[in-house]
């Protein structure tokens, strides 16, 4: 029972990093109803991008946040503006197959520079613990998990507080009409995308100090993401957080009671279940118009 | 509706006595390639390309006619590549011609998947299907991946050979079961085209919520075409494991296999006969020439990434209706000169 309860606790720290991947998922493909596979490359691009900072200027991996979130914003306003914007038709479908390319050149490029070796970012607060009612809280992952839930709050403080964010709701909402209302929605894609981007260079951090990883790595993460966003509804902000949740606590239960092993199965099959009896997700609106 | 589509099916099947010649010269090409160019090394390219043009023309059946994009497609490749194999080590097969006889129970395997994942897939549309495809083909590799005392695990699992072939003979056989396959591909693609079943599709494609609303039966035409194009690579897979003599579920599970489909359909032209034909004979060579220099650097996915970026931003409806549509524009100008 303690193990099922510690495992909880850990899922809930780790299910933090998720939460916050994948909602910046969610909210690319919310305000621009596409999907990016390349989340799960940029991830790692970010866990790579401190790691390069860590071992040449010696800088602690959560600080070098400071040089790579800005960073990485850049990037996927780029990315948004060279290769997502000139999509005009089928955007749902190209989108998947240009971010696709994305990742893979994203992948080729890590491998040239940095090798497929593994690699891990260390800091002191990686293995050192401390003890919560006889359980052992490993420090990284509390540290994760406030970063995280930090790094959510000011986006819903963004979403919810400032203009910025009232015209980027209204474009998840009615593309056109929030056109017709002067909103300008390429600048918004084009932030939005940014701040998709950064939200995977905060989760690289956490993930490059709590697993090791290769350029490779990005396949089992994008297939993780995609998933909690399902689970979630696509373009829900709330279930990302709740699947990602959902996901990492039923892993960490099914590795302790069950097998390691079969971890993420078990989270399939919730994820089967779901779909069976709500095809929009938890929290998903149902899709009628055809995109 | 039917106003909207003639026209379209018209730009696409109307290339006349060009389009047969071709075929026929092409066809004979591909029969004797086995003889002109026997060395191993140029068969082998060849056995790849044309798995891909099988496999890239039955994703196309469900992804190019009706529009959803399964991007999980090798969870069919990989099962029908496992079902043959376990067949064949379990039911001590010895090697020879004897297995490729077994690759329709592979298929049948592979379609009896499909019947429950489309079941459960096809309820999600556009974004969320494609997700969830995705997911299903990481089940199957989890699957292939635990299941050890079935299928050997990550360790693998080796398939038997036949000694009796060698030199330059070993993959001729293998070769001629995946002309095969495509070519039945190929059939069954231009057969659903013409047929109202064929229709039915295109009309999902076109707008599934109307097509729904004229009658269209859009829930059993899908899972049908679904189904259809599943048995196809499956059978594919099934061949693909006793060629290649071993497999690993991270090889045939694998989402470069499902992507790589996805690209040279899109590459050819979305919902054409012959465009995932080109996009495969493109692709796959220089895929296979890339892995082979530039693997080790890993470089070669960076050339793969930039072909793909070019194509879509630059040809976004593939190469069989971009040449289309400029032939008929040359056409209607000498026409009015």
Request: proline share 4%.
């Given at each position: 029972m303690t193990l099922v309860l510690e495992a909880a606790a850990l899922g809930i720290l780790t299910g933090g990093v998720y939460a916050l991947m994948a909602s910046g998922l969610t909210l690319i493909f919310g305000v621009m109803?596409?999907?990016?596979?390349?989340q799960g490359a940029l991830v790692i691009l970010g866990a790579y991008l401190s790691f390069a900072f860590f071992r040449s200027w010696h800088l602690d991996p959560l600080l070098t946040l400071i040089i790579t979130m800005p960073l990485m914003f850049g990037l996927g306003v780029i990315l948004q503006i060279v290769f997502?914007?000139?999509?005009?038709?089928?955007?749902e479908a190209l989108s998947v197959l240009v971010t696709y390319a994305l990742a893979l050149g994203i992948e080729g490029a890590l491998g040239y520079v940095f090798t497929t070796n593994y690699v891990q970012l260390r800091a002191w607060y990686e293995t050192a613990s401390f003890a919560v009612l006889g359980f052992h809280i490993t420090y990284v992952y509390v540290f994760g998990f406030v970063l995280c839930i930090a790094i959510l709050g000011a986006l819903f403080l963004v979403l919810y507080r400032t203009s910025y964010g009232a015209a980027l709701r209204a474009t998840m909402l009615n593309r056109t009409a929030a056109q017709l209302v002067g909103v300008d929605v390429d600048r918004v894609s084009a932030i939005a995308f940014g701040i998709g981007v950064a939200t995977a260079a905060a989760g690289g951090v956490v993930f490059g100090i709590t697993n090791s990883f290769n350029p490779g790595s990005h396949y089992d993460l994008i297939s993780r993401l995609l998933t909690i966003i399902v689970l979630g509804g696509l373009g829900s902000l709330r279930g990302a957080i709740i699947a990602a949740l959902i996901m990492l606590v039923t892993e960490d239960i099914t590795a302790v009671v069950i097998s390691p092993v079969w971890a993420t199965f078990v989270f399939f099959v919730i994820l089967v279940a779901v779909l069976i009896f709500r095809p929009q997700g938890l929290f998903g609106v149902r899709v009628r118009e055809r995109i | 509706m039917t106003g909207n589509l003639l026209p379209r099916l018209r730009g696409r099947v109307g290339w006349g006595p060009l389009k047969t010649g071709g075929l026929l010269g092409l066809a004979i090409a591909a029969l004797l390639l086995p003889l002109v160019a026997p060395d191993p090394a140029t068969t082998n390219i060849a056995v790849f390309t044309v798995m891909y043009i099988g496999l890239a023309t039955a994703w196309n059946i469900m992804g190019g006619y009706?529009?959803?994009?399964?991007?999980?497609h090798a969870a069919f490749f990989g099962f029908g590549a496992y079902g043959l194999g376990l067949m064949l080590v379990h039911l001590n097969i010895t090697p020879g011609y004897g297995p490729f006889v077994l690759v329709p129970v592979a298929g049948l395997l592979s379609a009896l998947l499909a019947v429950g994942i489309g079941w459960i897939a096809l309820r999600t549309r556009a974004a969320t299907f494609v997700i969830v495809t995705i997911a299903f083909m990481f089940i199957m590799q989890l699957l292939a991946e635990n299941l050890v005392k079935l299928t050997g695990g990550g360790g693998g699992l080796g398939l038997p050979y036949s000694h009796d072939w060698g030199g330059d003979f070993f993959n001729t056989p293998y070769y001629y079961a995946m002309l095969l396959l495509a070519a039945l591909g190929l059939f069954v693609s231009w057969w659903i085209r013409r047929s109202k079943f064929g229709l039915g599709l295109l009309a999902i494609r076109d707008d599934e919520d109307k097509a729904l609303a004229v009658g269209v039966p859009t829930r059993a035409f899908k899972l049908t075409a679904f189904v259809i194009s599943a048995a196809l690579v499956g059978m594919i897979g099934g061949v693909y494991a006793y060629y290649v003599t071993y497999i690993y579920p991270q090889f045939v599970f694998d989402p470069l296999i499902g992507i790589s489909m996805v690209l040279m359909a899109f590459l050819g032209g979305?919902?054409?006969?012959?465009g995932p034909v080109i996009g495969a004979v493109l692709l796959e060579p220089a895929q296979l020439e890339f892995a082979y220099r530039l693997g080790a650097s890993r470089l070669y996915l960076v050339f793969y990434s930039a072909v793909f970026l070019l194509v879509i931003l630059l040809l976004p409806r593939g190469i069989v209706p971009s040449v289309a549509e400029l032939l008929r524009r040359r056409r209607t100008r000498t026409v009015v000169s």
């Amino acid at each position: 029972m303690t193990l099922v309860l510690e495992a909880a606790a850990l899922g809930i720290l780790t299910g933090g990093v998720y939460a916050l991947m994948a909602s910046g998922l969610t909210l690319i493909f919310g305000v621009m109803r596409i999907i990016n596979v390349g989340q799960g490359a940029l991830v790692i691009l970010g866990a790579y991008l401190s790691f390069a900072f860590f071992r040449s200027w010696h800088l602690d991996p959560l600080l070098t946040l400071i040089i790579t979130m800005p960073l990485m914003f850049g990037l996927g306003v780029i990315l948004q503006i060279v290769f997502i914007r000139p999509l005009k038709t089928d955007r749902e479908a190209l989108s998947v197959l240009v971010t696709y390319a994305l990742a893979l050149g994203i992948e080729g490029a890590l491998g040239y520079v940095f090798t497929t070796n593994y690699v891990q970012l260390r800091a002191w607060y990686e293995t050192a613990s401390f003890a919560v009612l006889g359980f052992h809280i490993t420090y990284v992952y509390v540290f994760g998990f406030v970063l995280c839930i930090a790094i959510l709050g000011a986006l819903f403080l963004v979403l919810y507080r400032t203009s910025y964010g009232a015209a980027l709701r209204a474009t998840m909402l009615n593309r056109t009409a929030a056109q017709l209302v002067g909103v300008d929605v390429d600048r918004v894609s084009a932030i939005a995308f940014g701040i998709g981007v950064a939200t995977a260079a905060a989760g690289g951090v956490v993930f490059g100090i709590t697993n090791s990883f290769n350029p490779g790595s990005h396949y089992d993460l994008i297939s993780r993401l995609l998933t909690i966003i399902v689970l979630g509804g696509l373009g829900s902000l709330r279930g990302a957080i709740i699947a990602a949740l959902i996901m990492l606590v039923t892993e960490d239960i099914t590795a302790v009671v069950i097998s390691p092993v079969w971890a993420t199965f078990v989270f399939f099959v919730i994820l089967v279940a779901v779909l069976i009896f709500r095809p929009q997700g938890l929290f998903g609106v149902r899709v009628r118009e055809r995109i | 509706m039917t106003g909207n589509l003639l026209p379209r099916l018209r730009g696409r099947v109307g290339w006349g006595p060009l389009k047969t010649g071709g075929l026929l010269g092409l066809a004979i090409a591909a029969l004797l390639l086995p003889l002109v160019a026997p060395d191993p090394a140029t068969t082998n390219i060849a056995v790849f390309t044309v798995m891909y043009i099988g496999l890239a023309t039955a994703w196309n059946i469900m992804g190019g006619y009706t529009g959803y994009i399964s991007l999980g497609h090798a969870a069919f490749f990989g099962f029908g590549a496992y079902g043959l194999g376990l067949m064949l080590v379990h039911l001590n097969i010895t090697p020879g011609y004897g297995p490729f006889v077994l690759v329709p129970v592979a298929g049948l395997l592979s379609a009896l998947l499909a019947v429950g994942i489309g079941w459960i897939a096809l309820r999600t549309r556009a974004a969320t299907f494609v997700i969830v495809t995705i997911a299903f083909m990481f089940i199957m590799q989890l699957l292939a991946e635990n299941l050890v005392k079935l299928t050997g695990g990550g360790g693998g699992l080796g398939l038997p050979y036949s000694h009796d072939w060698g030199g330059d003979f070993f993959n001729t056989p293998y070769y001629y079961a995946m002309l095969l396959l495509a070519a039945l591909g190929l059939f069954v693609s231009w057969w659903i085209r013409r047929s109202k079943f064929g229709l039915g599709l295109l009309a999902i494609r076109d707008d599934e919520d109307k097509a729904l609303a004229v009658g269209v039966p859009t829930r059993a035409f899908k899972l049908t075409a679904f189904v259809i194009s599943a048995a196809l690579v499956g059978m594919i897979g099934g061949v693909y494991a006793y060629y290649v003599t071993y497999i690993y579920p991270q090889f045939v599970f694998d989402p470069l296999i499902g992507i790589s489909m996805v690209l040279m359909a899109f590459l050819g032209g979305l919902g054409t006969l012959s465009g995932p034909v080109i996009g495969a004979v493109l692709l796959e060579p220089a895929q296979l020439e890339f892995a082979y220099r530039l693997g080790a650097s890993r470089l070669y996915l960076v050339f793969y990434s930039a072909v793909f970026l070019l194509v879509i931003l630059l040809l976004p409806r593939g190469i069989v209706p971009s040449v289309a549509e400029l032939l008929r524009r040359r056409r209607t100008r000498t026409v009015v000169s």
